[in-house]
């Protein structure tokens, strides 16, 4: 751990800790923490209608950004966009349909490898990027801006489905099936998912996660495979262009495997899902930080319990690198006292 420290105190809290420091205190942000649970993001999602031109229209989207770090100071702001921007950056079609989530025009691995177009994404690009630098113009110095994309795996279980699944079995069954276009599928969108993360530094990003969300399904031989060997290409290109941007992983439900996952990835830090145990937390906070895990169904539902298990999750964790988050992303139901209620907490000594 002591090589990883770069003790710099001018850097943000969020940065200190990505690179190693324990802090008393840990940062704090929520996955998803710009969104539906907030008022003044439904508002201005009424008036823009559709979900895409929301993350393409650079005014809206950084608006919606900064949106949760004025009401809760969180430490960090996140990009408001969505992993789906690569499909429909690639020219494939995306629309979100209100009440039944992405939809997207599903297709097996090699037809998607002969419709996709590398060449079409810098325009979609560059207005997500302008978005990364109007946020980061207005966040003030100890403030970090986390950039993100999602990873192979997870954004092609869209790609092939069409839409969200609950196993992603359309994904699996065609990646058995025809496992060299899939291969090669996934190594397109390593590589244009870098290009992406890279702009997105060059914009002003400080920190970038990759989400996994669907990383718990596989067999461990097709987690190396699917999981592990996409995101270790990414981190590979991406610290030869940005060697100082600390990664954030987060392979979700893929506990048994995360010690294999950050050996052979080479993440800074690990997001660790609600049922990892914080044992299994502290210790894989040896070696790298690790990012987690509250229950978004407990900050939903508040009270004692809710008190105490962030009491324990700052208990188990202390004297590691730890970045105080969720499991998963924010509910759209939950109350927003409840927010309040854990951004005191986890800042009282
Ligand atoms: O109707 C609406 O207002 C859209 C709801 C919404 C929002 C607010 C979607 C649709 N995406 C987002 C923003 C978003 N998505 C962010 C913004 C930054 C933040 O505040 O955190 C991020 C990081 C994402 C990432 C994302 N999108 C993931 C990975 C994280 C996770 O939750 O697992 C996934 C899987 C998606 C796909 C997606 N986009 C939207 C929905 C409803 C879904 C899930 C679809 C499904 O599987 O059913």
Known sequence: MTDRLTKNASQPKLIRVLKGEAETIPPVWLMRQAGRYLPEYRELRARANDFLHLCYTPEWAAEITLQPIRRFEFDAAIL????????????????????????????????????????????KF???????????????????????????????????????????????????????????LLDLLAEVSTDYLVAQIEAGAQAVQIFDSWAGVLPDEEFDRWVIAPTAKMIKLLRMRCPDVPVIGFPR???????????????????????????????????????????????????????????????ALSGVPHIFNLGHGILKTTPIEHVEQLVKQVRSN
Not at 96 to 117: I, K, T, V, Y
Not at 171 to 179: F, G, H, L, Q, V
Not at 282 to 303: F, I, W
């Open 80 to 123: 408001f966009a969505d992993i789906l921007i690569i499909p429909d950056a690639l020219g494939q079609n995306v629309r979100f349909e209100e009440g039944h989530g992405p939809r997207l025009d599903g297709m097996m691995p090699g037809d998607l490898l002969a419709m996709l177009d590398r060449e079409k994404t810098g325009e």
């Open 126 to 184: 560059s207005l997500i990027c302008e978005t990364v630098s109007r946020v980061r113009e207005a966040l003030t110095a100890e403030k970090t801006l986390i950039g993100f994309c999602g990873a192979p795996w997870t954004v092609a279980t869209y790609m092939i489905a069409g839409h969200g699944t609950p196993d992603q079995a359309p994904a699996r069954t065609a990646a058995y099936r025809d496992r060299e276009n899939f291969d090669r």
């Open 253 to 315: 439900g893929a506990d048994g495997l995360s010690q294999r996952f950050i050996e052979q990835t080479g993440v800074d830090a690990i997001g660790c899902n609600t049922a990892m145990p914080l044992a299994q937390m502290r210790s894989l906070g040896k070696s790298v930080t690790v990012q987690g895990n509250l229950d978004p169904l407990l900050l939903e539902a508040g009270g004692l319990l809710l008190e105490s298990r962030i009491h324990d999750i700052r208990g």
